[in-house]
């Protein structure tokens, strides 16, 4: 009983940072039909900005609440810019192109910031590992059965942080005039355009709030692993990417689910198998969704005229 409930505290943790990248694939397929495959490395590069100003604030007397809310600001910020960037630059220029044009681009500018980063050229990290600093001081926030349950306080940070990103989201898309325009860009954008929605400001907005939360998730997988690196989001840009697709593409709280059941899945294997299988059970997993329920578990069948 003790393992079952520590591997699903543990499975709910990495659960909840794989949902904020999967929002990000999700938002962008909503709106432009669009699988972003350079989402992942852009949350690699939030982790390496959080990196970067996490070193400034330890040298400057260590780290408080402040400064920890500091780290996430710029890190988010700096990728919502990027995120800004890549759909100016390198998707707009190809909205009236094939799909397969823009896919083709997405996996390009996924391999040139991935190895890119690689690069020692001083501003850029080069291809070592590196410890991503202690913000928050690891310590027991609760035991349960005589202490063979710990829920450590990284934890309750990072489901906090977490949920109270996607019900901020949810609240955005939902709940605010951005949001009913996201959603009739994402239903037909150029009816969306004629009615006077400026369908451009909502894709590029779109693009910057999912950046911005993959910021988000690679700040706490770093406190929650440690060991930061340049191809670390070629990884975890895949799970999301599967949690997405489990859950149903295109749809937020699919999405979540998703990553919530993949991070119980990755736990549960590991925990009673080998650490060995983690990979290959989480695609498994995503083969038989696929097999049983190709449009995901939230997904619907929409007939498309040909």
């Not at 630059?89 to 083709?104: H, M, N």
Request: glycine share 12%; net charge positive; aromatic share 12%.
């Amino acid at each position: 009983m003790s393992d079952f409930l520590q591997h699903v505290i543990n499975g709910l943790s990495a659960g909840t940072i794989y949902a904020l990248v999967a929002l990000g694939y999700t938002m962008v397929y909503g709106v432009l039909k669009l699988i972003n495959f350079a989402h992942g490395d852009v949350m690699m590069m939030g982790t390496y900005v959080g990196y970067a100003s996490a070193l400034q604030f330890k040298q400057r007397g260590g780290f408080g609440m402040a400064s920890v809310l500091a780290i996430f600001f710029l890190s988010m910020a700096a990728c919502a810019a990027v995120g800004w960037l890549i759909e100016r630059f390198a998707y707009r220029p190809l909205r009236e192109k094939p799909k397969l044009t823009a896919l083709i681009t997405a996996i390009g500018i996924s391999f040139a910031v991935s190895y890119g980063f690689q690069m020692d050229w001083g501003f850029l990290p080069g291809p070592n590992p590196r410890a991503f600093p202690e913000v928050i001081r690891r310590q027991p926030w609760l035991t349960l059965l005589d202490g063979e349950v710990t829920l450590w306080n990284w934890q309750v940070i990072s489901f906090a942080v977490a949920l109270g990103l996607m019900a901020g989201l949810q609240y955005l898309v939902f709940r605010t005039r951005f949001g009913r325009a996201m959603r009739a860009v994402s239903h037909d954008h150029r009816t969306a355009a004629l009615l006077g929605i400026h369908t451009d400001r909502v894709i590029a907005v779109t693009f910057m709030l999912g950046s911005a939360l993959a910021a988000g998730a690679g700040i706490l997988f770093a406190i929650k692993d440690v060991k930061i690196e340049p191809l670390m989001g070629t990884q975890q840009g895949l799970k999301a990417f599967v949690a997405a697709v489990i859950g149903g593409i295109g749809n937020v709280p699919g999405a979540v689910v998703g990553a919530v059941l993949l991070g119980l899945v990755e736990e549960f294997v590991v925990g009673y198998t080998a650490s060995s299988w983690r990979d290959a059970v989480a695609f498994g997993f995503l083969i038989l969704v696929l097999l049983l329920r190709p449009e995901g578990l939230f997904g619907r069948v929409t007939a498309e005229k040909v």
